[in-house]
């Protein structure tokens, strides 16, 4: 992002602040108001990541439902050698080594979840005061400002 000369960043200069507070942080600099923005944008891939990863274990587990009654639906239809054949192979398999979707979950959020969002507010803490979205609430304002609205107005 160019920042515009001509659109300081202080709260005199942008107008009162929304709800949220003034997240333009005028004393940070911009090229760390970017870094630490960049940042918190990786951790926001990997909040992704993570949801992909709860709707692998929710779909795993949904599958493993299912096969349940389709094994009770084969032996009620009379395929009770079928049925076990089935069941020994895939009933309660593991679909990792040693480990169901909820030992994955929990793997990833203890080794590589919780670890990325500690470091991420950290950096913010130190960096930017603490807020989020420095980087965007720049924009925000820069953007509104240039067009000629209340860069914290509500509305349009």
């Given at each position: 992002m160019v ?13 009162a ?8 942080v ?6 760390t108001a970017?870094?630490?923005?960049k ?5 926001e ?14 779909l ?11 094994l009770?639906?084969?032996?009620e239809?009379g395929?009770?050698?079928v ?6 192979e895939?009933?309660g398999?593991?679909?990792?080594d040693g480990?169901w979707?909820f030992?994955?979950?929990?793997e990833?959020d203890?080794l590589y979840?919780?670890p ?8 913010r803490?130190q ?5 989020r979205?420095?980087h965007e609430?720049r924009m ?5 400002t ?6 914290w107005?509500?509305?349009?």
């Amino acid at each position: 992002m160019v920042m515009r000369s001509d659109v300081p960043h202080t709260t005199n200069r942008l107008g009162a602040a929304g709800a949220d507070g003034d997240r333009t942080v005028p004393e940070i600099d911009d090229a760390t108001a970017v870094a630490a923005g960049k940042l918190s944008e990786a951790l926001e891939w990997v909040e992704r990541a993570r949801g992909a990863l709860y709707s692998f274990h929710h779909l795993s587990g949904r599958a493993d439902i299912i096969l349940g009654e389709a094994l009770e639906a084969l032996r009620e239809a009379g395929h009770e050698r079928v049925a076990a054949e089935v069941r020994k192979e895939l009933h309660g398999r593991n679909v990792l080594d040693g480990r169901w979707t909820f030992q994955i979950v929990e793997e990833y959020d203890a080794l590589y979840y919780r670890p990325f969002v500690t470091a991420e507010e950290r950096v913010r803490g130190q960096l930017v005061g603490g807020h989020r979205h420095v980087h965007e609430a720049r924009m925000k304002a820069d953007e509104r400002t240039g067009a000629g609205r209340d860069c914290w107005g509500s509305g349009a």
